[in-house]
């Protein structure tokens, strides 16, 4: 076969076609490889818009994380969403002029808390002074008791001195028949301070009995059903478990009597003739209630404070 003839067979492509392919394949390349570079850059762009995209966003997250509110605790006074209550002499001053003895009763115990402000303290004492005559028993001995604080006589019974030279007392000494406010004020350094406030169902401090080397005080607390006890490290700022309870427990596992605990916490239980046998060791009777106060086990009870141990014997 001729060569004209083999062109023409395979699509009548001579050398000049050829040539001018050859040449249109170069720039097809060139063209292909611009458009490549140009997909390159773009991508490029995309990937640096992403990123910052991105970042962006982190940053707005840890901002919006950063506004959310952080609460650790909510007291009951943020909750009202308003000032905490202060104390101010002023009310209790007028409250003495009022003619309600209930008011009265409470403004002159509340006066004590004067002490710290020697203006308003010499103001409550010329105050009070007419009270300490007053017709009403309760009144003229929270008179008195107000008076030997705030003149810082420091003589009424009701007051606790210990080793580390502070002074424990309540305040509407035996105001209910179950006792007194379960609240300890304690004067240090000549500074009035809250110092210990009885959670429920300790409504009432029935009883306060120092230890003989004063490091130590036992308080005896009630409510309206049952009584507990605990003792304060009053330097250290420490205190033991609530012990009446602690003891019928023991005391209930010994004897594998039916051991109920309530949801507020009353056990029908009581103490009594508390003593310190040393200055460590506290010891008292135990009236306990089991199996829905059906069963009354009566115990001798030893706490040693330092070392955390308590004794439970029965009575016979």
């Not at 997250?61 to 002023?90: F, G, H, Q, S």
């Not at 009022?98 to 010329?126: K, M, W």
């Not at 606790?160 to 209910?176: E, H």
């Not at 005896?220 to 420490?238: A, H, M, P």
Request: aromatic share 12%.
């Amino acid at each position: 076969m001729r060569r004209e003839e083999l062109y023409w067979e395979i699509g009548q492509i001579d050398d000049a076609l050829i040539e001018a392919a050859e040449h249109s394949g170069a720039k097809g390349r060139v063209r292909r490889s611009r458009f490549s570079k140009r997909w390159i850059a773009l991508v490029a762009c995309l990937i640096v818009y992403s990123s910052t995209a991105t970042a962006l966003l982190a940053t707005e997250y840890t901002k919006n994380k950063a506004a959310e509110p952080y609460i650790r605790y909510l007291t009951a006074a943020d909750m009202e969403l308003a000032p905490p209550v202060k104390y101010e002499a002023d009310k209790f001053l007028q409250a003495l002029a009022s003619g309600n003895d209930e008011h009265v009763y409470i403004a002159v115990n509340r006066l004590v808390e004067s002490f710290n402000d020697p203006q308003a303290r010499e103001l409550a004492l010329q105050k009070l002074q007419p009270f300490l005559t007053s017709d009403s028993a309760k009144i003229a001995e929270s008179a008195a008791f107000a008076t030997d604080i705030l003149s810082k006589s420091y003589q009424s019974p009701y007051l606790y001195k210990m080793a580390d030279g502070s002074i424990l007392f309540a305040l509407f000494n035996n105001y209910s028949d179950y006792g007194t406010q379960n609240v300890l004020w304690r004067i240090k350094d000549d500074v009035l301070e809250p110092y210990f406030s009885f959670a429920a169902p300790s409504m009432y401090i029935k009883e306060i009995l120092p230890s003989p080397d004063r490091k130590l005080l036992a308080v005896v607390t009630s409510s309206n059903k049952s009584e507990f006890v605990q003792i304060l490290d009053v330097e250290k700022g420490t205190i033991s478990p609530e012990l009446v309870e602690s003891a019928r427990i023991r005391h209930g596992a010994q004897r594998k009597l039916d051991t109920w605990t309530r949801s507020d916490h009353e056990n029908y239980s009581y103490p009594s003739q508390l003593v310190w046998k040393d200055n460590d060791t506290l010891a008292f009777e135990g009236s306990l209630a089991y199996d829905d106060t059906a069963v009354i086990e009566n115990v001798s009870v030893t706490y040693r404070f330092k070392d955390k141990v308590m004794e439970v014997q029965p009575v016979k």
